[in-house]
């Protein structure tokens, strides 16, 4: 098939686009894996796509999609939901009940990031655990599990990061989720694993996704982080989950119509990205131990194991926020996430060559601010 699309007032081959689909050119984009575009063979098939109305479950791009993930991930069935935080929402609000807790590590994104929504709306209190690197043991968990007493709040949920988004993408063993899911099952507690990046952990690991999740009671991953879709993230589990799932969506403001035309860009990113994301990981080591050579950085390479690197930058002298932006100008772009913790985040649209600029750069810059300070 052969189509054109409109590009100011000219008509272009998207495919003779790909790079200008890409970030704007010069810019190494490393403040998230969110920030990819979608490809020429996405907004292709988004532009052909089969569609229907969701809410009547007639759109058959956006069915294909729901049984394709559920067939990947080893799951009864799927949801195709707009973003990562409405699949965590939708999981949280339909495992527990309103005054319940739900454990999470103190970092998760459930707990920083998503707005307390799990107070706001699903009604829920989190209680937090550590665990080092974030990765949490059942015996972290354990100790924060409310006693069956009347008058506490009851745990209803855990809630588990793979990979842990701010602890530097870190990953969770297999061996170890299951533990925790055994040992959660016999508490009479379900477990909800964010997978936003999943098949990151699953690169790392070399496993796949269906075998690390087949213990968790669902799991949400996203279509538009690592796998560069434009939109979208996906929840799996029993039918009788995703069946009461439906009915939060709708009621969250997620009911989609003809979402066939994200839902396409999504079945590609499912099918052809996670077999790339091997080297996202290989650019974020070569980031992680160009950076370990910048006096005034601090990181172990060694525990970075997937796409996401922070790094330390108290004695630069300078904040995050400060370092951010004095990189801003020079092209390269990287996310505060502390004080004084800067994260680089490799994805699809950033190369080798964009990796070692970034390095350029970023020496350049500390050493600068650390000639003022002398
Ligand atoms: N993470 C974003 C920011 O919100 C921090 C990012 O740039 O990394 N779970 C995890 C582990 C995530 O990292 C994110 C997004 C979400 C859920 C939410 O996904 P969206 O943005 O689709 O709602």
Not at 139 to 146: F, G, L, N, S, T
Not at 239 to 263: D, L, N, P, S, W
């Amino acid at each position: 098939m052969s189509y054109t699309m409109a590009k100011g007032n000219q008509r272009v081959d998207p495919d003779q686009l790909e790079e200008e689909l890409k970030s704007p050119a010069g810019i190494v984009d490393l403040r998230s894996d969110t920030v990819t575009r979608p490809t020429a063979e996405m907004r292709r098939a988004m532009a052909g796509a089969e569609v229907g109305d969701d809410v009547y479950g007639e759109d058959p791009t956006v069915n294909r999609l729901e049984r394709r993930a559920a067939e990947i991930f080893g799951k009864e069935a799927a949801l195709f939901v707009p973003t990562g935080c409405m699949g965590n929402l939708i999981a949280i609000k339909t495992w527990t009940h309103h005054g319940d807790e739900v454990i999470c590590e103190e970092r998760s994104h459930v707990n920083l990031y998503e707005l307390a929504s799990m107070s706001a709306i699903a009604g829920c209190m989190p209680r937090v655990a550590r665990g080092e690197d974030g990765i949490l043991r059942w015996q972290e968990i354990e100790a924060v599990i409310r006693p069956k007493i009347y008058y506490d709040s009851q745990t209803a949920l855990i809630c588990l990061e793979n990979t842990m988004n701010m602890w530097g993408g870190t990953v969770y063993p297999t061996s170890q989720v299951e533990e925790i899911c055994d040992h959660a099952h016999a508490a009479g507690l379900k477990v909800h694993l964010d997978g936003a990046r999943v098949f990151n952990a699953a690169t790392a690991l070399g496993e796949k996704v269906a075998h690390m999740t087949r213990k968790v009671d669902s799991v949400m991953f996203c279509l538009s982080k690592g796998l560069g879709a434009p939109v979208g993230s996906m929840i799996a589990g029993s039918k009788a989950f995703i069946e009461k799932g439906r009915v939060y969506r709708k009621m969250f403001g997620g009911g989609m119509r003809q979402a066939g035309v994200i839902a396409a860009a999504g079945l590609i990113a499912l099918e052809k990205s996670p077999g790339r994301l091997h080297v996202d990981h290989e650019n974020a080591k070569r980031l992680a131990e160009g950076i370990a050579e910048i006096p005034g950085l601090g990181i172990d390479p060694k525990k970075v194991r997937s796409n996401i690197v922070i790094f330390d930058c108290s004695k630069t002298g300078k904040t995050a926020v400060e370092l951010c932006d004095a990189l801003h100008p020079q092209g390269v772009w990287a996310q505060d996430t502390a004080l004084h913790s800067v994260r680089m985040v490799t994805h699809c649209d950033v190369d080798r060559a964009g990796v070692e600029r970034a390095l350029v750069v970023l020496r350049d810059v500390v050493a600068k601010t650390q000639r003022k300070g002398a």
